[in-house]
C-alpha cells in the first residue's frame, strides 16, 4: 500500500433494522453500548429490494437520538424508482442526515421490475446530480471479488467508476485472509484509485450462520478456520473464543499494514465487536485515530 494520503482512522459498526419491539430494544441496547468507543458511525442496513425501509428509517431516527453517533442508512439501487429514491433522500436531509451508504442491493425473490435503477453507480449519478455534495457516499467493495463479477478486473473497474461518479469511500465485504485485502488495496492504487477503503470485519460466533451468510456472499472462509470451527461442534464458547482470537488477529494485521479503519458486522451484538475493539487496545478519541497510510 504506497498511499501517502492522510486520512483518520474509520472505525464503525453496522446494525439492521430490527421488526418487533423486543428486537428493536436489543439493538438500541447494542447501540448504546458500542457507542461508549465513540465510533465514526453506525451503518443501517435494509433488506433486499427495501423490504425493511421503514423499520430502517425508524432505526436510524433512534439510534441518532439514543447515542448521538453520526448515522449512515443504507440505499439499495435495486427495485427503487427515481420519486422512492428523492423521497427517501428528501427525508434525510430534512432529518440532517449527511452519510449514506449506496449498494445495489440484493434481487429479491419474485422481482420482476428492478426499477429505475440497474446498478450502485447508476443510483451515485442521480443522487450527485440532485444532491451535489450533500451527502459523504459510502460504497461497497470485494476483495475477494463480487460472486457476480465476470472476473476481477471488471469489478475493480466497476469500483473505479463508482469513485469516479461521486463516492467518497469503501467499505469491503468481510474476509479472513489479509492478503487478499492487501493485494486488492495495491490493485486499486494502479487503477488510480486513493480513496479510503475500509476492511470489513465479521466477528466469528456461530459457525453455521457464518457458513450460510459466506455461501451468498462469495465471502472465503479458509480451510484451517472452517475445520477448526466445525470440530468444535455445539461447543459455543470455544466456537467464540477462536473466532475472537482469529478475527483480533486478523485486525492486527490489517492496521498494521495501514488499513484506513475497520468496519465491524455487528449482528445486533455488541459483546463481540467490543471483546475484538479491547484486545486490539483501540483508543476511544477520535483525535488518536490520524495516521499515514503506508
Known sequence: MDSQKFYPLAFSFECFPARTEQGSSRLLD??????????????????????????????????????????APHIAAIGASYDEINTLLQHYQQQEVRHIVVLRGDTPSGLLDCGDFNYASDLIQFIRDKYGDYFFIEVAAYPEIHPQATNPQADLINLKLK????????????FY????????????EKL????????????????HQLARFS???????????RQRLVGYGDDIASIRSFGEEVVTRLC????????????????????????IWNNLGLSSDKSDRARRLM
Open 177 to 188: 485472509n489479509p492478503d487478499a485485502f492487501f493485494r486488492f488495496i495495491d490493485e486499486c
Open 192 to 207: 488510480g484509485i486513493d480513496q479510503p477503503v475500509v476492511p470489513g470485519i465479521m466477528p466469528i460466533t456461530n459457525y
Open 30 to 71: 447494542s447501540c448504546r453500548a458500542l457507542a461508549t468507543v465513540n465510533p465514526c458511525f453506525f451503518s443501517v442496513s435494509y433488506g433486499a429490494g427495501g423490504a425493511t425501509r421503514e423499520h430502517s428509517l425508524s432505526a436510524v431516527s433512534h439510534i441518532r437520538k439514543t447515542t448521538a453517533i453520526d448515522v
Open 215 to 225: 455461501d451468498i456472499c462469495g465471502a472465503e472462509i479458509p480451510r484451517w478456520i
Open 252 to 275: 492486527e494485521q490489517l492496521l498494521k499494514g495501514g488499513a484506513a479503519g475497520l468496519h465491524f458486522y455487528t449482528m445486533n451484538q455488541s459483546a463481540p465487536t467490543l471483546a
Open 163 to 174: 469513485f469516479d461518479l461521486g463516492a467518497d469511500a469503501a467499505l469491503t465485504q468481510y
